[in-house]
């Protein structure tokens, strides 16, 4: 069902710009490279709005923000939705600080994200207004577990309908909701967690899939979340003796790179809520 | 012929100043150490004269750049142009933007550079004042082939002699002029492609492999490009079942690592025309 | 006797808060990871603070220092002070500029330092006010041997004393001094120069380190270069021919990532002047 959604991506091959942040923004690039799209990183002002003009989805990540590339993100997100672009926010560390929160939240009300994707503190303070975000990881308290699942699915679909936006909550179990629908997926590994920015890389990749699949952005949205799960499954299948996080980093964007419509189906493991 | 240019670098260390994107600027200096030079990274306005001031060479490449700096690859290309050190554009993005198109070329008409390296793309827009650029990556329907080959040589050089500078055009076919001779360099693989920043890579490594080869710039710079695609080749033939273009980036890197002067005359595929 | 240490990082999972270079700061994040600890990265002057105040540690690498981040420095540092949390310096280049130097001396000033890292060229010019940096790499003239030990040792105890923090000098031997005590470490392989960040990972390793073992702060940072030095060792047993920098980089994190207590011990070569 989802693999027709990255032979999209790679016949498309959709650009995307990003203003992400300075850790994670080579990942963030081969992994887009690694699913069929073409990435472009600008934050300056001045610069944003001629980038975004010629992209097809724009990927909004404020993990290291600072005055001048927020200026950036405003500029580049509003030039997105002018031209019906699609548009993606990953408040990196909303909750951890006031400027995060605050950043999230205006950006919110003042550009039109078609996916937001985040830990579920992350999420959790984007509807409270603040948070409780240990640093850009999750609060364990609050983590979607098989127990707590139907009230989850159900805030996905609430806080999909407060902004208007499809929303990825990413962790163990992962939710892709919109107001009606809530996917969740079962697909990766905990060891993923030991690898910086398996997030952002994800929020690299969606808009190249909702942008090459826009009559399906929620089965694209969750196309995206199993393509990386079902990537760090088989990387780890790869793992040798000695190997670590650093390879298997590169072990997760090869098998992305490598990932075909028959692979993705195979290993995709979601339900419908 | 070439395979001595790469003992050069690595008998005689050159430090390289890089004012380079945050994107790639990792592998940058990873491909500087592994080809022999040695990096050293700094934009702040306030520091680049002094920083540049102890080093051989200075790559400037526009990939991410923001006002600030903007304003450091002006004070530092001044500073290296007085101290008569070797000097390099990579004008990323130029025709993606009027911010990249106008800082290429205030910079070109400020700052007097021995090498400009860009795709075909990139390189047109320098002459003809905007440009078509499709984001990071040259038009299709620019690219040098056997086809228009002819021509193509005919305007790198007439481009060197316009601004003074070696000229490399970089893709399937790479081209390396001065006014009056041009290297037509068939090496490296299209999977190159797929990984970010080889042409970032390579601008890092060119102002090292011109400082410790004075006397033979164009050689040097063609022995730069031979040697990047040369690795392209090596890395690929490595490749294992499973990998893809992360782990291909490693053995890319790797391979320019055990380069060496047999390896690079062996493997290096050009004509001059 | 060390590997208790890096137990206690793995059983307390510390937060380090790095404002470092945009170079190596994915390496950074990764071998936090990879020895037990968790990274967060921010540079915004307005957001630091609050992201130091949650976190264990804080990491101050002045390796891409631009205005905005030296600002962000100090209120970062600042507040980690008056919360009580490690604060480490990583002078990168002192000596080689005159922003850097001053930067790092007016640091010392007004920040307290649980822990200052550098290369013997650095830790000299924070000493004498000026300095002879080739770069970001030592020089060579200045090198720790067994012939200058001694007078090594001294220096080192001195440094330490004078500005009331321990003093780690790493090279092909490292010095890690109080006033009273100085381990002599000798792990580690000069590949390791050919790679860039090395010094970047272990001054976010050391925080963690630090932070998780708070009654041996001294045995705590002797332990992450150990973990350093030895991951070096390990990953260079696990070469194979034709890997060169790139997969050595990956080869030593990953053995971080896999270093226990025994490990640790059987590799930790030092002695205590």
Not at 17 to 35: M, R
Not at 41 to 60: K, R
Request: hydrophobic residues 40%.
């Amino acid at each position: 069902m989802l693999g027709k959604t990255i032979e999209n991506v790679r016949n498309m091959g959709p650009l995307v710009h990003n203003i992400t942040n300075y850790v994670t923004v080579n990942d963030v690039a081969n992994v887009i490279l690694a699913c069929g799209g073409s990435p472009i990183m600008s934050d300056e002002p001045d610069d944003v709005e001629d980038i975004t003009s010629i992209c097809h989805g724009l990927n909004i990540n404020i993990g290291t923000l600072n005055k001048s590339s927020i200026e950036g993100m405003f500029k580049a997100g509003k030039k997105a939705n002018e031209l019906g672009h699609i548009v993606l926010l990953d408040p990196v560390g909303a909750g951890a600080s006031a400027l995060r929160t605050n950043t999230a939240l205006k950006l919110i009300e003042e550009v039109k994200f078609d996916v937001i994707r985040g830990n579920i503190s992350e999420i959790k303070t984007l509807v409270l207004g603040s948070g409780t975000t240990k640093g850009v990881d999750a609060d364990a308290a609050d983590a979607v577990t098989d127990a707590n699942l139907k009230d989850m699915v159900a805030l996905a679909k609430e806080v999909a309908e407060k902004f208007d936006s499809i929303i990825a909550i990413t962790g163990a179990i992962d939710l892709v909701a919109d107001k009606d629908r809530c996917f969740v997926i079962r697909n990766g590994r905990p060891e993923m967690g030991r690898i910086t920015g398996t997030g952002c890389q994800l929020s690299g990749m969606i808009p190249a899939f909702v942008a090459a699949n826009p009559d399906n952005k929620l089965e694209a949205v969750a196309a995206a979340i199993c393509t990386m799960g079902s990537a760090g499954e088989i990387g780890f299948e790869r793992m040798q003796p000695g190997d670590g996080n650093s390879t298997y980093r590169n072990r997760i964007i090869d098998a992305i790179f490598n990932m075909d419509a028959a692979t993705l189906d195979k290993y995709a493991k979601f339900e419908i809520m």
